[in-house]
């Protein structure tokens, strides 16, 4: 059981292939991991954040967001983000929870004469709404759905203020609901009899998070990390100017060489690897495991794996050191993405 804004939620619900089945094939209510929110507002907001993140906030209209990195002036990783503009003045900012003092201390220390003001309104909670039948679900009960990814809106569910975020990044389709704790409990409910949606356990949206190759902080990347050796390319913007580690960041993507990836491992046999566990090439070292599962799309085990430069080519043959299982490096995502 795992515990999310008091509640106890089961890693299964049913059992994990029906749990993955809902999410892969239909729709379902998946707890997306303790997370924290805050808001920046100010006058100085847009001009603050754009100096600050690694992706474009001026080019955002409102109802618009993205997704971002924090770093530190050698390009090294502090946090993943996503922002949703309100307006030039204001922006929410979602990150994991166990980054929540890294990323207020990272913004906070640059805020000297900027008229802006960083405020902790974790008092939010969020949940996924998850599969290809995502917006048929919610259009029962919502009007105009969010179009594109991390767009955002207000939907009103029996007098609750609820966000809503285009959310693509699982492969399938699915959405983002931000709504406060206190009323968490009868948001989801009504939200799940409404829309006709079904609660999916921890594992199954974990697997969907390895088979699209998704990274999370502690498992697949720390603060030694560069987002372009953590698969969050999509979180860079070349074409915008300044910002902490932007210089770095520039060089390393000019030279188009990173001394380490992170790829996808397809595992021989039904032995799942080790998280660390070390890969080989004919007993030289070759990468190391960050995440694995079964995937229950491909019927066989799979990996996440930083790979050393010269072992990067999809194809190229490995072997699981301690487990001795022989797998072949692929491109992310694992499974071919259905949006």
């Not at 902790?120 to 009007?143: C, F, M, Q, T």
């Not at 029996?158 to 983002?176: A, E, K, M, N, P």
């Not at 595992?267 to 599962?293: F, H, L, M, Y």
């Not at 990067?312 to 993405?337: D, I, N, W």
Request: charged share 25%.
């Amino acid at each position: 059981m795992t515990e999310a804004v008091g509640w106890q939620l089961p890693d299964v619900v049913e059992s994990l292939q029906q749990d993955y089945n809902v999410l892969r094939c239909h729709a379902g209510l998946a707890d997306l991991g303790p997370l924290s929110l805050f808001e920046l507002v100010g006058q100085d907001a847009t001009v603050f954040l754009q100096g600050m993140i690694s992706n474009d906030v001026k080019v955002l209209r409102p109802g618009e967001g993205c997704i971002a990195v924090i770093l530190t002036p050698i390009g090294k990783m502090i946090a993943d983000l996503i922002v949703l503009k309100f307006s030039e003045e204001r922006f929410w900012i979602l990150c994991r929870r166990e980054l929540k003092g890294k990323t207020m201390d990272s913004l906070n220390r640059f805020i000297v004469s900027d008229q802006v003001e960083l405020n902790d309104i974790s008092n939010h909670s969020v949940v996924g709404v998850v599969g290809p039948l995502s917006a048929e679900r919610l259009a029962r009960s919502v009007k105009v759905l969010p179009q594109k990814a991390f767009d955002h809106g207000e939907i009103i569910v029996d007098g609750l203020s609820i966000r809503i975020v285009r959310d693509t990044r699982f492969g399938v389709d699915g959405y983002q609901l931000w709504l406060p704790v206190d009323r968490w409990s009868d948001g989801v409910t009504r939200m799940k009899e409404q829309c006709g949606l079904t609660f999916a356990g921890r594992q199954a949206i974990d697997i969907l998070r390895i088979e699209a190759g998704i990274p999370i902080y502690g498992m697949d990347y720390d603060g030694s990390n560069l987002p372009l050796e953590s698969n969050l390319d999509h979180a860079l913007n070349f074409n915008k100017g300044c910002y902490t580690g932007q210089e770095v960041i520039a060089r390393v993507a000019y030279l188009g060489s990173v001394s380490k990836k992170l790829m996808g491992l397809l595992v021989q046999g039904d032995t799942i690897p080790k998280r660390g566990e070390e890969v080989v090439v004919e007993n030289q070292p070759a990468g190391r495991i960050t995440s694995a599962t079964i995937s229950l799309k491909l019927g066989q085990p799979v990996a996440l794996a930083y790979m050393l430069k010269k072992f990067l080519m999809p194809g190229t043959e490995v072997e699981l050191k301690l487990s001795e299982a022989r797998a072949t490096v692929h491109r992310l995502p694992l499974v071919s993405r259905d949006v």
